[in-house]
């Protein structure tokens, strides 16, 4: 049985943890569902209570001690913590037994039945019937659609912010022509005024990527240690990827103007 409870956040108050009642004993469990065990005995128990170990970090709770639940129509209750996993994202962050959920849900009907071993034929009077790669291309769907949705919204925000500070480096150089323009008449050749117009330019951007990492792993270090408890990863061609386009955007962005201010027309003026 899928619901949700509230549990204790590491800042205070409470906070929304999926939950799933299971049916039969912990070793039942263990044979369709790999919660990957880091303290404690899974037991499924009445009083009993197994979470994801980010949940029990956030809560300072310990395998022994007494875990502050409100339950899904709000009754207070307080299982024993008995095992920490790791893999309560993809699965469930709170296991407990079904009877301790199921006079607390407006439905308590079973969801989802996990076996191990039958035919889909056998099962398929049960309802809709999944085998393991058909759950997992289910899952991946949904990750997928997840994924392009940020990826469209990491564009449009990416896309906002390439366009302002190009707009930026652009007018910075042409309200410069005046500065370039004495440059060249105390010796200096056109070559070495665009050197140092590019030179100028990737400092920005290399300045620019730093700072963007910095704030970067500022937030998604703490964020990400609390919910699975490991650092964030980076793919490093991704990371490379954006920034070489970063520093293209900013040579471009300063060396085009640069040549059309250098021209002999624009400097007469």
Known sequence: MKTSVLVPASGGGLTQASAQGVTGSARDLAAVQDLDVKKGRLSLKPGEIAVDASVADSANRA?????????PD??????RIVATYGRGLGLAQ???????????????FVTELWT?????AA???????????DHTAARSVDRELNAWANAVMAAVLGGFAA??????????VL?????????RLIGSTRRQVLRMIRWEALLVALAGIVLGTAIALATLVPMMNGLTGEGPYIPPLVYGAFAGTIIVLGLTAAGLPARAALRRDTLEK
């Open 74 to 79: 709000g009754t207070r209750a307080g299982p």
């Open 175 to 183: 309200d410069r022509r005046r500065e370039l323009g004495t440059l």
């Open 123 to 133: 099962l398929r009077s049960l309802g809709t019937v999944l085998d393991r790669a």
């Open 163 to 172: 366009v302002a500070a190009v707009n930026t480096l652009v007018m910075t």
């Open 94 to 108: 709170v296991t407990m037994a079904r009877t301790d959920l199921a006079a607390h849900v407006s439905s308590a």
């Open 116 to 120: 191990k071993g039958g035919t889909p």
């Open 63 to 71: 395998i022994g001690d007494r875990l502050p639940v409100r339950l």
